[in-house]
């Protein structure tokens, strides 16, 4: 693996009696794409939780670039939360009342950036992520692939060292899905981010670099394994936008070619 960025050390937590993690070992590298997959209740969204810094997990250790994340405190989690972190929810969480460009300029705004050079910056995402034109839409305005498209673009905007997202094409049909999940995998690599997606369709988990499967609170051994390992690359290249030569560099060369893949759908 290239450097790790992220990493969580016998992660435990539980809620009550119910075990959520029971001692968790993940790593992920610079602009790696994991998914953590398993049924629901297996524990992935904690899993996320704590390696975000959103949960604070009863034991073990949460690492950022070489920093212990999971015992600063409160305030300072959150800040890193905003320059380091960035979210894709399941269902996009835009503020309703706020047009698109807004939506993604808003955590620029929270670090401090002034309104109008937050929303120039925002409206540069809009090109690349097939949004042109869009900018002054409210999500209820936008398809839920396009609302997705701009919840990737906010949680992108602060240029963060990790996307984190929690089924993020759930509510979404399978196509679209499908579409969405190449254009997050894809913008995330392409800005040099790390991505840990949560998800339990394998369809979804596919476009990733490496599946760790959860079960009860643990990673079942053998399953935090390469792309290759899992027979994964020949599905992946497959893919519109992926590159198509057949071979593992296939994919290099789609990822070198990453934006103009991004145009030329309305998902
Ligand atoms: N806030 C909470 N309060 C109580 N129990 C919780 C809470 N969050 C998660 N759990 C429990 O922890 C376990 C793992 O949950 P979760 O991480 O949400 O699983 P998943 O995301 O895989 O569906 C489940 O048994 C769930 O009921
Ligand atoms: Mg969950």
Request: overall charge positive; hydrophobic content about 40%; proline content about 5%.
């Amino acid at each position: 693996m290239s450097e790790i960025v992220l990493s969580g050390r016998r992660l435990a937590k539980r809620f009550g009696p119910a075990v959520a993690l029971a001692g968790v070992d993940v790593a992920i590298g610079r602009a790696e794409a994991l998914a953590i997959m398993g049924p629901s209740g297996s524990g992935k969204s904690t899993l996320l939780h704590c390696l975000a810094g959103v949960m604070k997990p009863d034991s073990g250790e949460v690492h950022l670039l070489g920093q212990r994340i999971d015992t600063v405190r409160e305030r300072e989690r959150s800040a890193l939360r905003r320059t380091k972190f960035g979210f894709v929810f399941q269902f996009g969480q835009l503020l309703p009342e706020l047009p698109a460009e807004e939506n993604v300029a808003l955590p620029l705004m929270l670090g401090g950036t002034a309104r109008a050079r937050a929303v120039r910056e925002a409206r540069e995402w809009f090109g690349p992520l097939g949004l042109g034109g869009m900018e002054g839409r409210r999500p209820g305005e936008l398809s839920g692939g396009q609302a997705q498209r701009v919840a990737i673009a906010r949680a992108l905007v602060t240029r963060p060292a990790v996307i984190f997202a929690d089924e993020p094409t759930g509510a979404l049909d399978q196509a679209t899905g499908h579409e969405i999940m190449r254009i997050l995998v894809e913008a995330t690599k392409h800005n040099g981010a790390s991505l840990v997606v949560v998800t339990h369709d394998p369809e979804v988990a596919r476009w990733c670099d490496r599946v760790a499967e959860v079960r009860d609170g643990m990673i079942l051994p053998g399953h935090a394994v390469g792309r290759d390992g899992m027979g994964l690359s020949r599905h992946v290249e497959g893919r519109e936008g992926m590159g198509s030569s057949g071979h593992a560099g296939g994919r290099e060369q789609g990822r070198t070619r990453v934006l103009p893949g991004f145009e030329g759908s309305d998902a």
